[in-house]
């Protein structure tokens, strides 16, 4: 393992945000592919700087972290990123240490592994781990995490549930994350598990927050806490509740919930998609037998008006 030498300790202002740094979290859905061509990975690898990169992973969610943590070695070298060092808070007390802290200040690519969702928010978040992770994202290096890593990003994470497509009421507990990403809800093995009707009914019982259900092998790449991309081999699918009518105020527990007029987009690999005006606005064909790209409205009609005027 090496760790370079860490850049001084940024102040609070320091960390707030400027315009001029480009922010990237990489949210992958779980059961990535890291044995063939390894398309979420490859971008990470990337993102991170490649072989001039400086990868800190953080496998504290998962019980076999010395293995998660050599498999990842393993990839990232094949991918031929740059130099990896483990940071691996086993407990909260743990994730005070300064070495763990300087090793994530001069990261330029952090990825948090998959395991338990509860098990994150009790070892990292609040601690100057997490803040060295936050403080990692708003200078500019990339953060990813899968699993439970993709779930920890959001401010509000569903750390435990019920599986199923019928949304219920109070099936789901709800933790603090790290909140690199606000106002949107995350969950994972979306398709594979069968986790629709638990993020349903957080946004039902929470209508200020997006749901975001992110499949296997599938990342949202967002920019800017803004503009999501989606790459991978399945879909994402985001549940905008804003102006549903829902009975979450009087249903009983476990009762089956009352959600109308919630709002669901499917966006699979090729899919750009706005999170403020939550719409898509983007969207390129990536299935293997046809190459081509699906124009946004607004695009089109600018076009043709440009056609006739020629």
């Known amino acids: ?34 044995i063939g061509r390894s398309v979420v990975l490859k971008r990470f690898v990337k993102l991170a700087g490649g072989h ?17 943590s050599e498999s990842y ?11 990896m060092t483990v940071v691996h808070p086993e407990t909260r007390r743990d994730a005070n240490d300064t070495a763990m802290v300087e090793a994530l200040d001069a990261a330029t690519g952090v990825f948090l592994t998959g395991g338990s969702q509860v098990k994150l928010a009790q070892n990292i978040v609040g601690t100057p781990v997490g803040d060295a992770v936050v403080r990692a994202y708003q200078r500019g290096a990339v953060v990813a995490g899968t699993s439970a890593g993709a779930s920890i990003m959001s ?35 979306f398709d594979q598990r069968g986790r629709y009707g638990r993020l349903m009914s957080m946004v039902a019982a929470s209508p200020n927050l997006l ?16 503009v999501m991309s989606v790459l991978g081999a399945g879909s994402i699918f985001v549940i905008n509740a804003r102006n549903a009518i829902t ?40 299935h293997p037998d046809v190459e081509g790209a699906v124009v946004p409205a607004k695009e089109r009609t600018a076009a043709s008006t440009g056609n006739a005027v020629r």
């Not at 001029?20 to 990535?32: H, K, N, P, S, W």
């Not at 709800?174 to 606000?182: I, K, Y």
């Open 247 to 286: 009975d979450a105020p009087e249903a009983r527990r476990g009762a089956p919930l009352l959600v109308s007029g919630a709002v669901v987009h499917s966006l699979p690999t090729g899919s750009t998609f706005d999170l403020d005006h939550v719409e898509l606005t983007a969207f390129v064909e990536r």
């Open 155 to 189: 401010r509000f994470m569903i750390s435990l549930g019920e599986e199923g497509l019928t949304p219920r009421q109070r099936a789901s507990q709800v933790s603090a994350g790290l909140g690199l990403v606000e106002d949107i809800i995350i969950d994972q093995h």
């Open 73 to 83: 070695r393993d990839v990232f070298t094949r991918l031929r990123g740059g130099d």
């Open 211 to 226: 749901g975001m259900g992110i499949d296997e092998n599938t990342a949202a790449e967002i920019r800017g806490g803004r």
């Open 52 to 68: 001039r990169g400086h990868i800190v992973l953080i496998p504290t969610a998962s019980s076999f972290a010395e293995e998660v």
């Open 1 to 34: 393992m090496q760790t370079v030498a860490p850049p001084p300790t940024p102040s609070a202002s320091d960390a707030s945000p400027s315009d001029d740094v480009r922010r990237t979290l990489l949210v992958i859905g779980g059961a990535e592919d890291r």
